[in-house]
C-alpha cells in the first residue's frame, strides 16, 4: 500500500508510536518520517504528548488503599453483612408496627367497612408493587452489563 499525501501519514502515525502498525506499514511510515520534516516534527510533539500522558498520576494512593481494602474476602463480606442486618431489623420493626396499627384498625367497630375495604386495597397494593420491584430488580441484576468495571 502506498501512502502519498501527509495526510494520510499522520493518520497512522499514532497507530505507528502505539506499535499498532504491520511491518509493511511501519516501514513505508518510517521511510516517509525521514524524508518530510513537517511528519518529522509531528511525530516529536505525538510523542511528548505520549510522555506526558504517561507521566500523569491520575490514580491517588488514597485510591490504591481503598482498592487493597475491597480485595479482602472479609471487608467485602462485613459491608454485605451489615447492610443485611441493617435490612432485617428495619423490616421487622416496620412490620411490627405496622401488625400492631393494624390490629387496632381492623378490630375498632366505629371504622366503617369502605374504610377498611379502600385501606386494605391500598395496602395490598403496596406490597404487589413492591414485590414487583424487587422482582425487577433481581432480574436486571443478573443482565447487568457494567459488572466488570471497577468503580
Known amino acids: ?40 516534527a509531528e511525530r516529536g510533539s505525538y510523542e511528548n504528548l505520549n510522555r506526558m500522558v504517561q507521566a500523569m498520576n491520575t490514580y491517588t494512593e488514597s485510591e490504591r488503599a481503598l482498592d487493597r481494602y475491597w480485595q479482602q474476602t472479609w471487608n467485602r463480606a462485613e459491608r454485605g453483612i451489615g447492610w443485611f442486618l441493617f435490612g ?9 408496627g405496622v401488625f400492631e396499627a393494624s390490629r387496632e384498625f381492623w378490630t375498632d367497630p366505629t371504622v366503617p367497612l369502605i374504610v377498611r375495604i379502600g385501606a386494605g386495597a391500598g395496602g395490598l397494593g403496596v406490597l404487589v408493587l413492591l414485590v414487583s420491584l424487587v422482582r425487577e430488580r433481581l ?13
Open 139 to 151: 432480574m436486571l441484576r443478573k443482565k447487568e452489563r457494567y459488572t466488570e468495571v471497577e468503580r
Open 1 to 40: 500500500m502506498m501512502l502519498r499525501s501527509c495526510e494520510e501519514y499522520r493518520v497512522l502515525l499514532m497507530g505507528y508510536l502505539d506499535g499498532e502498525l504491520d511491518a509493511t506499514q511501519r516501514a513505508e511510515v518510517e521511510k516517509h518520517i525521514h524524508s518530510c520534516a513537517d511528519c518529522s
Open 88 to 96: 432485617a431489623g428495619a423490616i421487622l420493626l416496620t412490620g411490627y
